[in-house]
């Protein structure tokens, strides 16, 4: 059996260029719907070597990343403006428009 980490990294290698997903629905899709905070403690220790598309990956807000997983959230932003997400007047991901359905 895999484990959650592991569950999580295959998850989030599964979001096509152009969507992002939440913490809370990762959670949810692995059968874990109260565990979107593990989600974040999965990301966070992401191995080095492991080429995850991590920045997409934002809060139920739109919010992007704390600045220690990108060395900045400008970098995270330019990453998902170059697969063409769009941002609200607050710097925030539009979750609406690019919310991927998890399939």
């Given at each position: 059996?895999?484990?959650?980490?592991?569950?999580?990294y295959?998850?989030?290698?599964?979001i096509?260029?152009?969507?992002?997903?939440?913490?809370?629905?990762?959670?949810?899709?692995?059968?874990?719907?109260?565990?979107?905070?593990?989600?974040?403690?999965?990301?966070?220790?992401?191995?080095?070597?492991?080429?995850?598309?991590?920045?997409?990956?934002?809060?139920?807000?739109?919010?992007?990343?704390?600045?220690?997983?990108?060395?900045?959230?400008?970098?995270?932003?330019?990453?998902?403006?170059?697969?063409?997400?769009?941002f609200d007047?607050n710097?925030?991901?539009n979750?609406?428009?690019?919310?991927?359905?998890?399939?």
């Amino acid at each position: 059996m895999k484990g959650f980490y592991h569950q999580v990294y295959e998850m989030v290698a599964a979001i096509p260029a152009g969507r992002v997903a939440t913490y809370g629905q990762i959670a949810s899709l692995l059968g874990k719907p109260q565990g979107g905070r593990a989600v974040g403690w999965a990301m966070r220790a992401v191995p080095a070597d492991l080429k995850l598309p991590s920045h997409r990956v934002v809060n139920k807000q739109g919010a992007l990343a704390p600045v220690y997983a990108f060395g900045s959230q400008e970098r995270q932003r330019r990453m998902l403006a170059g697969e063409g997400i769009t941002f609200d007047k607050n710097g925030r991901v539009n979750v609406e428009q690019h919310l991927w359905d998890g399939v």
